[in-house]
């Protein structure tokens, strides 16, 4: 269950155990693990110390013990361990092994349980738990020296112990894990300035895990899984590639490492190299156009900027290593208070005060903090001469608004990567299309979305050829039936789930407990496709995970099968506002706008409209209805009745960036 994020439920499992045999060191361990994920630190501390008094040679249980301890600050003196379980106390560890430095918090702590632990691991008895304590203590050096004015004295520090943690994690014995601790030293390396180390550092580990990847025994599915879990390795060559200058060498590895972990999520284990070279990716501008295209690695955030005709892409801001290091650490923080935020905002947290101010009052906020992370004003500056923008992500960049922190006078449109947007898709006139939509299944365990028919049939009357799936008509036999039908949009208002620890189960809900996932999707061919809007759909991640590969969700399923631009929503907006900017979206299609065009235009309408304007647009509405249209003319004249009684005519009820931010569009604009 705690593997499900289910840690309430695993802790009482757990105590069910530990009432039943009280001496079992692997349920007190796991409690620990369990409460430390739910941040109540102090009693996970107590749950390690019960599973240590057991059994003190428990490497893991250091480990985690110094990670709850580095969590909380000052001494443990008025700490009261409570527990359901009979006869349950938190043993004084510092008691019991005679080191008053086991009562410490913060860095000194951490150390404290670390350098316990290695009393009891020994060398020569204990060489995997030797090694990853030592790994630890070298973390909580590197760690305290982030920040910190005398940083080096600390890195040097943790540069020992990470070679001291090979000396028994050696390639032969725990290659994962010495892997991983390169990962660690290749990190210190970089931000001492020692490049030349780092660089034979990453050598070493490419070539390690080559030979992991080519061992006769191991299974595809392993190789998949071994590949994504360490590609950093490949991600550290696009830095180390900036760091030398080679401008069109770093992002041509960059996008075959994007494009590379694309194949692995959505196909499984290749050992092909998939990737375009930098003329190819120039296909994708024109003179008005350019590409924001950025890379996250381990070690550093990188932006490169293509545009028309240039030999080579610019990279924003100094190439030296530590500049983009810092930005990769507070864009980290960001994200931590994002999901923090957004998290609570979903269980729906009632405000008892400033400090407890939601996601959604923070949100104007937190993108203003985005936007000086990613320094979006030398962005602007460094491409003031165009007017097209494509966003090319990567990994947690694409859960996020990035559209909304540029000035309006850019049309922007995203891809998953640039060879995706260079699959050729075919060309119909818009007016001569014909739309298959899907209005809210009822799916089991998700809230109605209320005006979810309204919108689908204020659309639908747009197309002279419409076929609509209603909800109890949603089912999965009937999606898969109907979407390779040679419809030209596609219009889907219901819900949709990123699955973080699989994507190609990511989902859009249909009726009942049924779901069409990424990869029903992927293999549909769907190349007919000059639309697919995802209205109300959650494409965000909701959990505290990170993307340490790439990120492919249903957009990417559906870009991949040929769709030409994938209307979105990255969080669920109130279903009134989503059906207002969805009908103004088609609206402005009919009227031969471009999707870009259109998407951007219907996002500005709803932030800038006032209830009069609003008012007014309901009346324009309602006029154009047929006289035999009854459900969408009720829906719209109680809502213009609900206007004209506001004494705030003025006011701009969908200003604020929950409403307009969510939608993004996605595919090649030219």
Request: aromatic content about 10%; some cysteine.
């Amino acid at each position: 269950m705690g593997d499900l994020g289910q840690y309430e439920e695993a802790i009482a499992s757990y105590d069910n155990v530990l009432r039943i045999k009280s001496d079992l060191y692997e349920a007190w361990y796991n409690r620990g693990v369990a409460l430390k994920n739910l941040a109540r630190f102090e009693q996970a501390i107590a749950s390690y110390d019960n599973a240590l008094r057991i059994k003190p040679d428990l490497h893991q249980a250091w480990i985690n013990r110094g990670i709850a301890v580095d969590n909380v600050t000052g001494e443990r003196t008025d700490f009261i361990f409570t527990s359901t379980l009979p006869n349950a106390a938190a043993p004084n560890l510092a008691l019991i092994l005679n080191n008053p430095d086991l009562n410490k918090r913060g860095y000194e702590g951490e150390l404290a349980s670390y350098e316990e632990g290695l009393k009891h691991c020994h060398q020569d008895t204990h060489s995997e738990g030797w090694g990853e304590l030592h790994r630890a203590i070298g973390n909580a050096h590197y760690f305290q020296g982030r920040g910190n004015y005398n940083a080096h004295y600390y890195w040097r520090k943790a540069v020992n112990c990470y070679n001291e943690a090979l000396k028994t994690l050696t390639a032969r014995d725990f290659p994962e894990l010495h892997l991983e601790v390169l990962q660690d030293l290749i990190r210190v390396q970089l931000d001492l300035g020692e490049t030349p180390t780092a660089t034979e550092l990453q050598r070493l580990a490419t070539d390690l895990l080559r030979r992991l990847l080519n061992e006769p025994n191991r299974s595809d599915k392993n190789k998949k899984q071994l590949a994504l879990k360490f590609a950093w390795i490949q991600q550290l060559t696009v830095d180390l590639s900036v760091q030398s200058g080679d401008l069109l060498q770093a992002i041509e590895l960059a996008e075959q490492g994007k494009n590379t972990c694309l194949r692995w999520l959505l196909d499984g284990w290749s050992d092909e190299v998939s990737s375009v070279s930098y003329s190819e990716i120039q296909q994708l501008l024109n003179p008005s156009a350019a590409i924001v295209y950025w890379h996250l690695s381990s070690y550093a955030l990188h932006t490169f900027i293509i545009k028309h005709n240039a030999r080579s892409p610019f990279v924003l801001g100094k190439t030296e290593f530590l500049t983009q290091a810092q930005r990769l650490r507070d864009f980290e923080d960001w994200v931590k208070n994002w999901n923090e935020k957004y998290a609570g905002d979903r269980k729906g947290k009632d405000k008892q005060g400033e400090k407890d101010r939601t996601w959604r009052d923070n949100l104007p906020e937190m993108l203003r903090n985005l936007s000086t992370i990613l320094d979006i004003t030398a962005i602007v500056s460094a491409i003031a001469d165009v007017t097209q923008l494509i966003l090319i992500p990567h990994r947690d960049l694409h859960r996020f608004p990035l559209h909304a922190l540029f000035p309006p006078q850019f049309t922007i449109t995203y891809l998953p990567s640039a060879k995706i947007g260079l699959i050729p898709v075919e060309k119909r006139e818009y007016k001569q299309q014909n739309l298959l939509s899907v209005e809210h299944p009822n799916s089991k365990g998700y809230p109605s979305l209320e005006f979810a028919q309204i919108e689908s049939e204020a659309i639908s009357q747009l197309f002279p050829n419409s076929t609509r799936q209603h909800s109890e008509q949603a089912t999965k036999a009937a999606i898969i039936t109907a979407l390779p039908q040679g419809y030209s949009v596609f219009h889907f208002t219901g819900h949709g789930a990123y699955n973080f620890q699989n994507p190609v189960l990511s989902y859009l809900a249909l009726a009942g407990e049924e779901k069409l996932t990424l990869a029903d999707i992927h293999n549909l061919n769907l190349q007919s496709y000059q639309l697919v809007t995802l209205a109300a759909c959650e494409t965000a991640i909701t959990g505290n995970h990170t993307i340490t590969a790439e990120y492919v969700g249903l957009v990417s399923g559906f870009m991949g099968c040929g769709v030409a631009n994938v209307v979105s929503t990255l969080w669920t907006v109130k279903s009134a506002a989503s059906a207002l900017v969805m009908i103004q979206f088609y609206q402005l299609l009919q009227q031969g706008k471009p999707k870009t065009v259109a998407l951007a235009e219907a996002t500005q309408w709803l932030r800038n409209v006032t209830n009069a304007e609003l008012a007014e647009w309901y009346a324009v509405q309602i006029a154009k209805l047929p006289e035999n249209e009854g459900l969408v003319r009720r829906f719209l004249s109680r809502y213009l009745d609900n206007i004209k009684n506001t004494s705030e005519p003025n006011n701009k009820p969908y200003n604020h960036p929950y409403f307009w931010a969510a939608y993004t569009i996605t595919g090649n604009s030219s």
